[in-house]
């Protein structure tokens, strides 16, 4: 089992950025795809963007392409998740989870990170 931890998050202006990073131990990183969701309050939790074993293929929510950035670093077994431009509607706590297969199969992600807390003030 892979455990997964998330560090990056605070609080931040509308408009502001911040980066957040999952750091993954346990497991063979480069054999996972890798995604960062989040829960707003009172919401369901969403995909926000993911990112294939190699790095080379990423995905977006369409609310934040081209505003956020996901990144992996399979040497040092990271993943990280670039936010610029916040809006109040992005305050929510934010997971990074891992799964075998690519993020367009309907498949069960496998492991969650505790998550990390993200308020974007207006």
């Known amino acids: 089992q892979v455990q997964l931890v998330e560090s990056g998050g605070g609080l931040v202006q509308t408009g502001g950025s911040l980066r957040l990073s999952c750091a993954a131990s346990g497991g063979i990183f480069s054999g996972y795809n890798m995604a960062w969701f989040r829960r707003a309050p009172g919401k369901e939790r969403e995909l926000v963007a993911a990112?294939?074993?190699?790095?080379?293929?990423?995905h977006y929510k369409d609310s934040v392409r081209g505003r956020f950035a996901i990144s992996r670093e399979n040497t040092k077994s990271t993943v990280d998740l670039e936010m610029n431009d916040l809006k109040p509607e992005g305050t929510a706590v934010y997971y990074c989870?891992?799964?075998?297969?690519?993020?367009?199969?309907?498949?069960?992600?496998?492991?969650w990170g505790q998550g990390t807390q993200v308020t974007v003030s207006s």
């Open positions: 990112v294939s074993r190699s790095g080379l293929s990423t």
């Open positions: 989870a891992d799964k075998s297969s690519p993020w367009y199969i309907s498949e069960e992600y496998e492991d």
